[in-house]
């Protein structure tokens, strides 16, 4: 086992959970972050050796920062970390609530800055650390209602680049990923491709946060070999 630790911000029964357990079999012990606790310890209870349960609002700093605090303190220094949060509330941009948009970019940008910030403040110091950022096809272009998606997750994306920028000369590896596609297992055996494996998904980012320096990726997009773009 992994004497440093993993923390993923965001799990839940799909993508997150698969990038827990994928990191988790690797030897790492993992901090799964989210706001219920109870659906938390019920996917640890799996692994409870591997994967430890974090009970923590994502885009309010304080928990934030004293979730880092934890991981660290509990299972080693933070090797890898993985920002995973997101909320979307469909409509039309005549009829969104103001209170939906904010709650939306709150989840899918300001909680993406947080946990990107905590996580470089704690390797900056060791000279090395992948950061990782979950992304979608809104985060190349905005749809028809989806304005409560796109905006976060162009902004999300901006994150990731100026962070990049800023923190890889100093050995800190940032890369956003971009999910273009639906999540999930294909519903007809007749297209068993037509979505993204949560388990395919998760190679991947082990993948990035195993990459040779000479060679790092910033931006990697993602979709099954059906989907059009």
Same mark, same amino acid.
């Given at each position: 086992?992994?004497?440093?630790?993993?923390?993923?911000?965001?799990?839940?029964?799909?993508?997150?959970?698969?990038?827990?357990?994928?990191?988790?079999?690797?030897?790492?012990?993992?901090?799964?972050?989210?706001?219920?606790?109870?659906?938390?310890?019920?996917?640890?209870?799996?692994?409870?050796?591997?994967?430890?349960?974090?009970?923590?609002?994502?885009?309010?700093?304080?928990?934030?920062?004293?979730? =880092?605090?934890? $991981?660290? &303190?509990?299972?080693?220094?933070?090797?890898?970390? *993985?920002?995973? @949060?997101? +909320?979307? #509330?469909?409509?039309?941009?005549?009829?969104?609530?103001?209170?939906? =948009?904010?709650? $939306?970019? &709150?989840?899918?940008?300001?909680?993406?800055?947080? *946990?990107?910030? @905590?996580? +470089?403040? #704690?390797?900056?110091?060791?000279?090395?650390?992948?950061?990782?950022?979950?992304?979608?096809?809104?985060?190349?272009?905005?749809?028809?209602?989806?304005?409560?998606?796109?905006?976060?997750?162009?902004?999300?994306?901006?994150?990731?680049?100026?962070?990049?920028?800023?923190?890889?000369?100093?050995?800190?590896?940032?890369?956003?990923?971009?999910?273009?596609?639906?999540?999930?297992?294909?519903?007809?055996?007749?297209?068993?491709?037509?979505?993204?494996?949560?388990?395919?998904?998760?190679?991947?980012?082990?993948?990035?946060?195993?990459?040779?320096?000479?060679?790092?990726?910033?931006?990697?997009?993602?979709?099954?070999?059906?989907?059009?773009?």
């Amino acid at each position: 086992m992994s004497t440093e630790s993993v923390l993923v911000a965001g799990v839940g029964p799909g993508l997150g959970i698969a990038v827990a357990r994928r990191f988790a079999r690797e030897g790492y012990r993992v901090a799964m972050l989210a706001r219920e606790r109870d659906k938390l310890a019920a996917l640890a209870a799996e692994a409870p050796d591997r994967l430890v349960p974090i009970a923590c609002d994502v885009t309010d700093p304080a928990q934030v920062n004293a979730a =880092f605090d934890e $991981c660290e &303190r509990k299972l080693g220094p933070l090797a890898c970390a *993985v920002s995973n @949060a997101g +909320a979307y #509330r469909r409509g039309s941009v005549l009829d969104t609530d103001p209170k939906d =948009f904010e709650y $939306c970019w &709150r989840v899918g940008a300001f909680a993406g800055f947080l *946990v990107g910030q @905590a996580a +470089a403040r #704690r390797m900056v110091a060791r000279g090395s650390g992948t950061i990782l950022f979950t992304g979608a096809t809104a985060s190349l272009r905005g749809g028809a209602n989806y304005v409560n998606l796109a905006s976060p997750k162009f902004a999300l994306r901006a994150v990731a680049q100026s962070m990049a920028r800023e923190l890889g000369p100093r050995g800190i590896h940032v890369a956003h990923i971009i999910i273009d596609g639906q999540i999930g297992v294909a519903e007809s055996a007749a297209a068993p491709d037509s979505k993204l494996a949560p388990d395919a998904i998760a190679e991947v980012y082990l993948d990035l946060h195993r990459q040779q320096r000479s060679a790092w990726t910033q931006e990697v997009d993602l979709r099954p070999w059906v989907e059009r773009f």
